[in-house]
Each structure stands twice: as C-alpha cells, then as structure tokens.
C-alpha cells in the first residue's frame, strides 16, 4: 500500500500499480486510450498526462503520463491542473484530426470509449480545417467489420491481438499518421479470440459483424447477466436483447472467470436463439413420420400428463446443456431412479472420477485468474483452446508470466507491457502439451504428439520420477522417459505446478494419470493446481447431481423395460450412433422432448414443449472449476411475440408433474426449484447462493434489465396493439423488465446486467463496478464454487495402460472443436461460417495404407467427404476427426473409411 | 587552409571530406582525424597500426580492467557526439553486468540522418579501424558479447569500408575469440538500415536491429538494463566511439585539456557547416569553438549573402541568430540560448530564405519521419505542416501562429514519447519566436469554419 497526494487530497492505493490505474480505482476520471487493465502501459497516445510534482515544496512540477509513473508511496499529482488539462484537450483534438464525424451511423455510438474520452477532455470544436485522410477497409471474415478511417492509432488492437492472445495475422503497417491496423491480405482473422477486438478498439475500427445485421444501441438493449453456455469455462455474458431477439453478447468483467475477454465460441455463437425454427409451441405427433399439429399449453400438458400416466416407466433424459433446477425437475418428474443424465457412459465415468480427483489429489482448482499466476503447467490430453476456449488464454499467460518474474529483478513493473515483452522475449514458464496435433498454444509450448494410452503412460512415467511411490510405467521407451523427465523437473522446479487434463479424449487412464501427477505434486508443493476440462456448460453440475448413463436410459427403453421417455434439452443422437437411439425411441410409446432447437431428437418426439433458451430463462450452471454460477432471463418471448409459449424447461417440467399428481399446475419461481434442487442434492447445497434471489432490493428497487436512456418502450408493440401492456412481471429474479429500477455503481453488487456509469457508456465503464480496475467486482465476483479439496487419502492409481502394439485397426481420435464442436453454437451462421471443412488427420503410414494422399477425400458409410490431412507425427493407428463432424461417434470407435472415388465428393 | 583540397562543390562526386590539410593535424591535438590522408583514400589496417592503431585496445586489455576503462570515461567526460551530449561514461556505468546478467551488445549508431549532419561517414569511410577499435574498448568496458554498426543505408561507401576494415581486424586478431591473447571475445557485423530518421534515436534503433517497427521504447528501463534482445546493451554515436581510444591512450586529463579554456566540455568535435557559405565541409576543432570562427573557416557566406539565422547542429536544433556567433558550441552554452549543439555541424539561413518555406521543409520531414506511435508527434507534427503550407500560400487565418505556439508547445520534452517530436518543436518555437513577422504575412485571411471551404489534399 502506498498515500499518494491528487489535488491536495490523500489516497491510499496499491503501490504496485501505475498512477492511472491507482487513479481510476479510486474513482478518478482520468481519459486515456492506449492502457487496458488486462495489458498494461505503453504510453503512447499521451491522454492520461497529470502534474506531478517533486514533493511538498515543489510548486512547479511536471507533466507525466500517469501510465506510465508508479503509484509509489507519497507521490504527488494533479488531475486538474490546467496545463495537464489543456494537454489532455490538445491529444484528443489531434486524435479527432482524421476520425470521421460519423457517430450517427457508427456502430460503436453509444458504447463508444472515444466519445466518452472525447466528452471528458471537453473536446467540442474543430480546428483543423484541412482534408482529413482516409483510408480502406478490409473484409476480415463473419465475425468482424472493419472501418480504419475511425482508427486512432492506439495499438490496442495488436498488442490485444498479438501480444495478448498470440495471434499473428493481425498487424501494424506503415508510420507517421498513416499507420494502419489489418491483416496484410484481405481475408479471415484467424485467432479464436478475434471477437475481442470490438472491445478492445476504443472506437468503431473492429466492430461486431453478427450485430451490424440487426444493429440496436447499446441504450436500447435490454440485458441480463448470464453465462455463456457454449463450454465449460462459465464466461459470464451480457446478451442484449430487442425486438425478441439477441442482438449481440458483450462481456461482462468477472475478476476470477473470464475478466475482460471471451472466445469467440462464446461471443458469436449465440445465433441459435434467433433461429426462425425455433419450436415456438407445444407440438403433437401421433406417428414418427407425421407433420406435427401444434397445441395450446392446456391442451398439450393435459395430453402429455394423460399419457405419461398410462405408461408402465417413464425415463427422463436430462441434458449437460439445461440448467441444473431443468435437470432437477425432470428428475422429480420421473423418479430418482428412472432419471438419466444424458451423458454417454463413458464421458460420464470420466466426468466422476474428474469431480473426485477434484477432490482427493491435494492440489486445489485454481480460478481461470489464478491459472495465470502458475508458473510451469503440464497439459495432459487436452486442447484448452479448442475445448474451453477462454481458458486458452489464462494459459498463455501463465507462460508469458515468466517475463513479469524476470522484470521484476531488475526494477521493471508488471504495468510496464512493452518493456517486459522486450526483456523476456521468447522465454516462457514452461508449457507442456501432450497432444496429438497442432494447439494455438503451440508457439508458447512444448508439444508431444501422442496418442491417447501414450499420453496416459506419459502422465504415469511423469508422477513417478515426482513421486516414487507412484506406481512405475513398465517398457517405458527412452524418449518417453526423457520426456517425462524434462516435465517433471520443470514442474518440481516450479513454485506453483499446475496440471491440466480433461475429458476430451474420454480416456480414464489419462485422467487418472493427471490425477497421479496431481497428487504426487501435492506431496512436494501445496501452492499447485489441477484443472480438469470438461466438456459442456453443466457437465460439472449434472456430474454432480448423478443419475443412470445415457447407454442404461437406451438399454431401457430398448429392452421394453420402460415405454415412455422424456427428454430434456437434449440430442441423443449427437451422444450416441443413430441406429442405438433410433432403437430405443422407437421401443418407447411416448417421447415428450423439450428443446428450444429442432434437433433430430426433437424430430422423433410425440410431443414437443418449446423450452427456453438461456436467453428466455434462468437458472444456474457448474463449470470447471465447481463454480454455480446464475444466468438470467433476458427477455420475455411472449411480450414481443404473444404466440410464444416458450418457457423454461423447469416450468414445463413442474407443470407436468402437478399434472401427474391431477393438481393444478400452480406458478413455482425459481427460488422455490433452486432450493429444492439444492435440498434434494448435497453436492448441490451451495448452489442457492450462487445469486441472489428474486427478493433482491437495492435501496428498495428492482435491478434494471434497460439502461435508462431505453427508447421506444411504449412503441415498440405498436404493430400489434397501440395500447401498451404492462411490463411483463418477473417473479424469478429480481429484475425487472424495464428501465425502471436500480442500475447504478455505487452500491456494491455482484449481479451487474449492463455496464453504465455517467460518462462511461463503453465496455470501460466496467472501471466502475470493480474494487479496483481490473481487480474484482465491488460486490464480490458472483457464483460460489461446490467442489473442495478434501483431507483423507488417495491410492495412487494403477490403471497404466500396455505399451500400443500394432493393430491393423484405425481408431477415431475426436478432437475438440471451438467452431463445431458445441451442439447449440454449431447451429449459429457465423460459427457455421467459421467451422473447418471436413477433414481427417491420418499418418504417413496409415494413408499409405488406405492408399490415399494429402488432400484426396475418404468417407465413413455415408458421411460427407472428408479432405484428408497427412500429418507427419500423428500417432498410427488413429484417424484425427474434429468434434461435431461425425454425431454419435465414440471416441476410439474402430473406423472403416473409404475411399472417395471419381468426380467430386 | 592548403590549395591542395579542392572545393568541395567542384568535385563531381560528393566524398565526406575534412577540410584540414595533414599538415594541421597531429596526434595531441586531433585524436578523431590526425590520421587521415589528404588524398581522402580509407587508412586500412596496415597504415592504421603505422599510426598507433589498436595500441588502445593493446592497453587496455593488457590492463584488464574494465571498470578502468569506464571510469577514464567518466572522468574524461566524453559527452555523446549523436546530438544529446549525455557522458559516455556515465551510461557505460550504468551498464548492468556480473552475477548472472547475460552479455548483452554494444551497438554503434551510425544511423547518421539528421539533416545537415555529415561527420559520422567521414570517420566510417576514411578510418574504419578507429571505429573498431573504440567499439572493442567499448565491448570490453560494457563486456558486451557483440557489436552491430547500425548504419544509415544509403552509406554503401561506408558499408564497403566497415566491412573490409572488420575483415582485415578479424583476420589480424583485433576482432573474434580471445582479442589479442587477452581471453576477451567480441566480434562486430554491421547492419545496413532500411532509412528511417526515428531508427537513430537509440531504442527505436535497437527495435529495427530486432526486426520490429522502428518505434522507440520507453525509458526506464534503459538499454543498459534491457537492450537488444533484452539483454544489457549500449548505443553509442561513431564519433563518440570514435574518441574512446585517444582517451584510453592519453588519458583524461590530455582529453580535457584539448578544449583550452574553451568550455569545461573536454575533446575535440568535428565541426562543420553546410548552406550558402564558400566552403561547407568539416573541421575537428576543440570542443567550444566558436560558430563565428567555424564560419570563418568555411570561408563566409557565400556571393556576399547576410547571414540571418542559423541551427547549431542540425534539423533538429533552435535557431540562433548572428549575434550567437560568438558564443562557444558547447552542450551548455547552447542550451543556455534555447537551442542545442546537436551533432555540431552548423546550417547557415541567407537573409532572402523564407523562415515559413524553410519551416515547412523541416516539419515536412520531422511528419513524414514520425514513426507513429505517439499522439502528438503523429498527429500534431502533420497539421504544423498544413498549418505552414497555408503559411507559405498566404492562405493563412487568424489564429494559426498561436496554434503553431500552441503546437510547438504541445511537442515539448517530456509530452512526446522519444525526442523526436521536440526535436521538431525546437527549430518550429524558435523560427516563431525570432521571426513571427514573417509568418503572420502568410495571414490572409480571417478565421473560418472548418470545412467550409475543403483544400484539397496536395495543395494546402
């Protein structure tokens, strides 16, 4: 801590930081461009200049950029001194030289921090009568849109770019004031992380693409905190809504998850809420092969109940994609022992022993933040980029950290961004990834191409040489050994070790590798970590709350055991081979499938309910870590469209289970589900405070859903009725339809819809709602973490697999795929836009064998042709096959591909 | 002054040339030229030895002290020749080495591209060997692993000879492993740059010889904590490297004594001037000689021209007037008139010159050179320009002096985030200062909107 001096006034602040930041936490308004909280200072754009003076008897002074200056003890500045005033004024104008007058038409009017730093500095007249300089744009693919000529050449963009997230097609160009930000080609930017870039540009040069179509201003979107619900990393999200429909999803500053940056999985994946196919109302089918008829919701529930209670055994389905309290109620609906998980056998074997291992290594999970602050981490079959997207990030810098170790012996601040870079160059803290083809990680790592079991028995040979007692890998060739031990002493060297796996590859030996590593760390150095990646937004939760596999649910129904089924936000046939689920639903009499897609599962179904997406409806999620995190309603379907009847799964499943009882389906709110959800489970207990409940009041008021400048409330449902109903009534939260309602930041929270503050209308005034910038949310960061570290005693695992032998058979080898990969994202344009073109990764050896070369195409029985891609250290024996490409398919199912032949596939 | 160098206008190929004849040049009292020919020819290694060469490094690493080398620097007080006169010395102590810092580099700027500015390639194209020779002392002082002449591009002369001299120290042992039986290694390569003002400004340099943008860094941290690479590094100017033998040589006090009574600035300085005068070219003079004396030596102005102004040391020095001619050009004293000695080499102003037109010359340049990254030298310096060029046009308005006050003012030491912008600002306050008249002519007009009347690009 640190008593700095600002316009005659005391401070405390953290001495660590630089001025500005210290400023701005504590509340100080002082403009600036070029510094972001997540990447430090550069200090070139000169907007944050102060006075600073000597000491007491120093009346003169100087200026300085405040990025630039320590916030060290008894430092003396003004903020408001005239000449820094002035100065400030004179950067802006400059900066205003070339920028056009286009807010008007300008997507990033509104939420725009140049406007804001603009009005701050006082800036309203032009003096430079000259031509302004312009310049062209480039078409950089679905995501973003570019416009340079509002560019004010603050480097944000590729030191967040490349610097930041490693990417490389992104560059500065050019000098004096013609510098220009593109790629040297037209064409897509192919970091993950792209989307980010309509954050981090001050202004309108990098905007969102999937909102230009159907463009709203910020102040006219309605918001809700949510969580992203394409992985299992729990970004917290502000989707914004209007006219029924998501307009675009902006961050939404969690100090421990996400903090200022998400995938763009996350960030454009949101399309399926939009689509027009939505089932909109309950839906009858009297045969598989019929037209569906649509029914009203009285009709459809008595129907369904009438029928469910003829039947012998209803199965119910849950989802690893629906919130636990949908989860909880199909579970009350059909009994503990007839509910399923949904999850396929295996992944669900993995997901348990991840929660154990979660809990019985020793080494606590570390929070996506705290990732960052590991200083050698081992990857053990993982792809963190392609399966947990953000997370990808945390990692990277976790190895660029080592720079911020080596700045620090020679005086250099963590602040200090482009210096650190400078001095650590090319030196990392160790990363090794142990996984069979290229990572976006690759360029700050060591890889090892290894095919699942040598993974394992990599991971086995590594806890070993850590801890004897850990059982020996036999016929351990010499480069594995080496191998092992290369990662072993980085990881004992290191003060805090962290070891990442996951469910990715389906392999308990992997797992049960990480988690021999994991413990024989813990042994050595309490301070590591252990990260374990699954695959959706509840995997964690559902893994928690337990039930049958989806494969006992199949054989079920397949073995006449049960004759009606309800299904949950779910697509079988994603999980398992059509032929097994075709099986099992055309053994049940009745199948309720509730979805907010029309999924193939949906197509099966005898009745359909229209659920709600995480957009329509609430509830709570568990990611990675064990965090339960709320997400929120954002809009009321049925207000703009009265013919909706979408509502959450939760409810429909209450409905039906008062139906079941011959009650009248009373109103429940989600308290009232959440708390029995968390009754009904132990795991679950915490989750009740993941949020407050809907009788949350700050000072007496709601929160609010709009910002308060929300225009056009009382016209916007002219087009059906020219009176204006009342606001839908949300009896689940505790906000409330309307502008009306507290949206402020001086009241600490946690659930934080809309980032507003006056004079800060863009992503920055996020500066506002946190304990310190870029630290943690004043009311504290929201979700509340389930899985703990447990004391008692955890046998090492023996499960080492057999060194491979030559087989003849290729095996498929799923690769986690962020643009594909997820069910609900895949069915959104831009990610379909983005999703790689067919293809399979096979070795040397292995296309020899089929008799094919790079390029030429194969197919598996009727599945699209797909490009084949030699790889020259692919392991043998297994053909490389991205995620979503091939439903139901097992991760090491035996494949027969063929070759295509003749004309085009 | 002999006959037997030719004017430098007659020639028809311009060669750097000193215009000193060897008879006025002896080791006491011109360490940096006393050894070059009157013929202009490069002294190659064997005439270099002849004439004491590499007896420094002989020294020095027969002394085996490099914290000596420094401290004979710091008390000789070597002030950087490039323009910034900061002590050669002082930076070198600076330098981080021991324990487990890595052996870092020592760089020669020989970016040499301030306009009017000629002294560097002299040194480079007709006496290589003292280069080295004052790049090893310097490696070994900094003990830095390796050394890059960061040179101008266009100097392909310069190139030529550098290599040939690296080649012929390398194969007599001056340069590569264990230099003269002393167990120290240091190697130089020189690396050609691509042309760009900023690349001379020494962190911009080291970005460019890193393969970056040739944007400055900031400072702290300094090269000497983390340079090129990251490692300690330093940069020095040639002529600057250039004096560190005859220091090691001869001493401190030798060194200091070389200025007289002059200036408390030790050394010599290789003057010159360029402009309108009988006979631009360089002296090497005591440290603290006379702009009046300098120009005497260049023979006056030329066909009976009035002198008007002048810039002490190139583009990016303030104007001084002819009542400044007797003033000594030292750092300090030229400081002390709101300008800077800069790299010593005067440009002279006729009265008929246009200070506006001269202006917009210069501030076309410091524009166009701005490596953009800062704001106010990106965007500011460009609108000085547009603001000069309807200056020149007489499409001034009122209000566009006080802007170009304003202006210079904004592009002050300390505001900018390298030197470059100041160094634009420096010529732009004084031309105002001492000559407004003539800029408020070029208002024409009285104060309109913006944009009412668009210019096109190009024109104004």
Redesign the interface.
Not at chain 2, 367 to 376: D, F, L, M, N, V
Not at chain 2, 378 to 383: M, N, T, V, Y
Not at chain 2, 448 to 452: C, D, K, L, N, R
Not at chain 2, 454 to 457: E, K, R
């Given at each position: 801590m640190a008593i700095i001096h600002v316009d005659g006034q005391d401070y405390e602040v953290n001495g660590a930081q630089n001025l500005l930041q210290a400023c701005l936490s504590l509340g100080l308004d002082i403009p600036y461009f070029c510094w972001h909280p997540a990447m430090g200072s550069v200090g070139a754009c000169r907007q944050c200049a102060v006075r600073q003076y000597k000491d007491e008897d120093d009346d003169k002074g100087s200026l300085v950029m405040s990025c630039m200056a320590p916030a060290a003890d008894q430092t003396r500045i003004s903020i408001e001194d005239e000449e820094a005033k002035a100065f400030r004024a004179s950067v802006v104008e400059w900066l205003m030289i070339n920028h056009p007058h286009d807010c008007p038409v300008c997507e990033e009017g509104g939420h725009c921090h140049l406007q804001d730093m603009t009005v701050m500095t006082g800036h309203d007249r032009r003096r430079y009568r000259f031509r302004k300089r312009t310049r062209r744009n480039q078409e950089l693919g679905p995501f973003i849109a570019h416009e340079m000529n509002r560019c004010i050449t603050c480097y944000r963009c590729v030191r967040f770019y490349n610097d930041y997230a490693g990417g490389t097609d992104l560059g500065a160009f050019g000098a004096k004031d013609n510098v220009y930000f593109g790629r040297y080609a037209e064409g897509t930017l192919e970091s993950p992380f792209a989307g980010n870039l309509t954050e981090v540009c001050p202004t309108g040069v990098f905007t969102d693409k999937s909102h230009s179509e159907q463009y709203t201003r910020k102040w006219d979107l309605q918001f809700a905190p949510s969580v992203c619900h394409q992985c299992s990393m729990g970004c917290n999200i502000s989707p914004g809504e209007r006219y029924g429909s998501i307009r675009r999803i902006e961050n939404r500053y969690h100090g421990e998850v996400n903090g200022y940056f998400l995938c763009d999985r996350g960030r454009f994946g949101y399309g399926y809420v939009n689509r027009s196919d939505r089932p909109l109302l309950p839906e009858w089918r009297q045969q598989p092969d019929e037209e569906p008829t649509t029914l009203e919701v009285d009709t459809a529930l008595a129907r369904i109940t009438d029928t469910l209670r003829h039947s012998q055994r209803v199965i119910g389905i849950g989802s690893p994609r629906a919130s636990l309290e949908s989860n909880h109620q199909l579970r009350e609906l059909v009994g503990a022992d007839n509910f399923s998980t949904g999850i396929e056998a295996r992944e669900q074997a993995c997901l348990a022993l991840m929660d154990d291992l979660q809990r019985t290594t020793g080494l606590h999970t570390p929070t996506p933040r705290q990732i960052e602050n590991h200083d050698a981490i081992l990857v053990l079959g993982e792809d963190p980029v392609q399966s947990a997207g953000r997370l990808g990030l945390n990692m990277r810098q976790a190895a660029l950290s080592r720079r911020e170790a080596m700045g620090e012996k020679i005086g250099i601040p963590a602040w200090n961004a482009e210096a650190l870079k400078t001095l650590g160059q090319d030196v990392y803290h160790p990363l090794h990834i142990a996984w069979p083809t290229a990572t976006e990680l690759d360029d700050v790592a060591t890889r090892y191409p290894l095919a699942p079991e040598e993974i394992a028995r990599l991971g086995f040979a590594v806890a070993h040489i850590i801890d004897p007692a850990a059982p020996v890998v036999d016929n351990l060739d010499p480069a594995t050994r080496d191998t092992a031990q290369r990662i072993a002493d980085d990881l004992m060297a290191a003060e805090r070790p962290l070891v990442v796996s996951g469910g990715s590859l389906v392999s308990d030996s992997v797992l049960q590798a990480a988690g021999n590593i994991a413990q024989a760390l813990a042994r050595r150095a309490r301070q590591g970590g252990l990260v374990l990646i699954r695959r959706e937004a509840n995997s964690t939760g559902l893994s928690l709350m337990g039930g049958q596999t989806l494969d006992w649910a199949m054989d079920e129904l397949t073995e006449g055991r049960a004759d009606a089924v309800v299904v949950l936000e779910n697509d079988l046939y994603q999980r398992l081979p059509a032929q097994r689920v075709d099986q099992a639903l055309a053994r049940a009499d009745i199948r309720v499938v509730l979805d907010h897609q029309r999924t193939a599962t949906l197509a099966r179904a005898s009745f359909t309910l229209p659920a709600a997406s995480f957009a329509e409806g609430d509830g709570t999620l568990v990611n990675l870590e064990g965090r339960a995190q709320r997400f929120f309603q954002v809009y009321e379907p049925g207000y703009l469209r009265p013919e909706a009847r979408i509502h959450e799964s939760w409810r429909w499943l209450h409905a039906l289970a008062a139906g079941l009882r011959r009650e009248d389906a009373t109103d429940v709110n989600l308290d009232e589900i959440t708390a029995a959800c968390a009754e009904a489970h132990p795991a679950l207990t915490g989750m009740v405070e993941a949020a407050p409940g809907a009788g949350y009041r700050i000072e007496g008021l709601r929160l609010a859903r709009e910002p308060h400048r929300y225009s056009g409330r009382t016209a916007m449902r002219a087009n059906l009725s020219v009176s204006e109903p009342r606001p839908p009534q949300d009896e689940d939260t505790p906000f409330a339809f309307s502008m009306e309602g507290y949206s402020g930041f001086d009241h600490p929270r946690q659930q934080v819809a809309f980032a507003w503050a006056p004079g800060w209308n863009s992503p920055q005034a996020w500066n506002k709602f946190t304990d310190e910038v870029g630290g943690h949310l004043s009311g504290g960061d929201p979700g509340i973490r389930l899985i703990h570290r447990q004391p008692g005693h955890r046998d090492y695992s023996l499960r080492i697999p057999a060194a491979a032998t030559a087989e003849n058979t290729l095996r498929a080898l799923v690769l986690p795929s962020l643009f594909g990969g997820d069910e609900t994202s895949a069915r959104a344009e831009p990610i379909q836009q983005r999703m790689a073109t067919p293809v399979v990764i096979l070795c040397h050896i292995d296309a020899e064998a089929l008799d094919v070369h790079h390029g030429d195409t194969l197919v598996l029985g009727d599945s699209p042709a797909m490009t084949v891609h030699e790889q020259d250290d692919w392991p043998t024996g297994w053909a490389g096959l991205p995620a979503g490409l091939l439903p139901g398919l097992a991760q090491g199912e035996a494949l027969t591909l063929s070759k295509t032949t003749g004309g085009e596939p | 002054m002999s006959q037997s160098i030719p004017s430098q206008r007659q020639s028809t190929q311009y060669r750097s040339r000193l215009l000193q004849p060897e008879t006025e040049r002896s080791a006491d009292t011109h360490p940096l030229t006393w050894r070059l020919r009157d013929d202009g020819e490069a002294v190659w290694l064997d005439e270099y030895l002849r004439k004491d060469g590499y007896q420094s490094v002989r020294k020095a690493l027969n002394e085996g002290d490099p914290q000596a080398v420094i401290a004979n620097m710091k008390e000789a007080n070597v002030r950087g020749r490039g323009g910034a006169g900061f002590s050669a010395g002082l930076k070198w102590s600076l330098t981080?080495q021991g324990g487990d810092m890595p052996r870092g580099y020592l760089i020669c700027n020989a970016d040499e591209m301030e306009p009017g500015t000629f002294k560097d390639r002299l040194l480079m194209e007709q006496q290589p060997h003292l280069l080295i020779e004052g790049m090893i002392l310097g490696a070994y002082a900094n003990n830095s692993f390796y050394g890059y002449i960061f040179l101008r591009g266009e100097y392909v002369e310069s190139a030529r000879v550098l290599n040939r001299a690296i080649d012929e120290a390398r194969e007599a042992g001056w340069l590569g492993p264990d230099i003269n039986g002393s167990g120290f290694d240091f190697d130089i390569a020189v690396h050609t740059g691509a042309g760009?003002y900023i690349c001379g400004e020494e962190t911009a340099l080291i970005n460019s010889l890193e393969g970056k943008?040739a944007n400055p860094?900031?400072k702290?941290?300094f090269p000497g904590?983390?340079g090129a690479?990251?490692k300690p590094s330093v940069v020095n100017n040639v002529e600057t490297l250039c004096n560190v033998p005859a220091v090691i040589l001869n001493g401190a006090d030798w060194y200091q004594g070389l200025s007289g009574d002059r200036t408390k600035d030790g050394g010599t300085k290789l003057y010159g001037v360029s402009g309108p005068v009988e006979k631009p070219g360089l002296w090497e003079l005591p440290m603290g000689t006379t702009g009046a004396e300098i120009l005497e030596r260049a023979g006056g102005m030329r066909d009976n021209r009035q002198l008007k102004a002048w810039l002490p040391g190139g583009a990016s020095t303030g104007f001084l007037l002819p009542e400044h001619l007797d003033l000594p050009l030292d750092f300090d004293t030229v400081g002390k008139e709101g300008s800077r000695l800069g790299t010593g080499l005067l440009t002279v102003v006729p009265q008929e010159m246009s200070m506006v037109a001269l202006m917009r010359n210069l501030e076309e340049f410091f524009?166009?050179?701005?490596?953009?990254?800062?704001?106010?030298c990106?965007?500011?310096?460009?609108?000085t320009v547009?603001l000069l060029q309807?200056l020149e046009h007489g499409q001034g308005?009122e209000?566009d002096i006080e802007?170009l006050d304003?202006l210079a003012a904004?592009c002050g030491p300390?505001?900018?985030?390298c030197a470059h912008a100041p160094g634009a600002a420096m010529p732009l306050e004084t031309a105002l200062r001492h000559f407004r008249h003539e800029f408020e002519q070029g208002v024409g007009k009285p104060r309109?909107?913006?944009?009412?009347d668009?210019?096109?690009?190009g024109q104004?």
């Open positions: - | 981080l760009r943008r860094r900031a702290p941290p904590q983390s690479w990251g524009a166009r050179e701005s490596c953009g990254w800062c704001t106010p990106r965007d500011g310096l460009p609108w547009k309807a308005e209000g802007l304003k904004d300390g505001l900018t985030f309109g909107e913006a944009h009412e668009p210019i096109p690009v104004v």
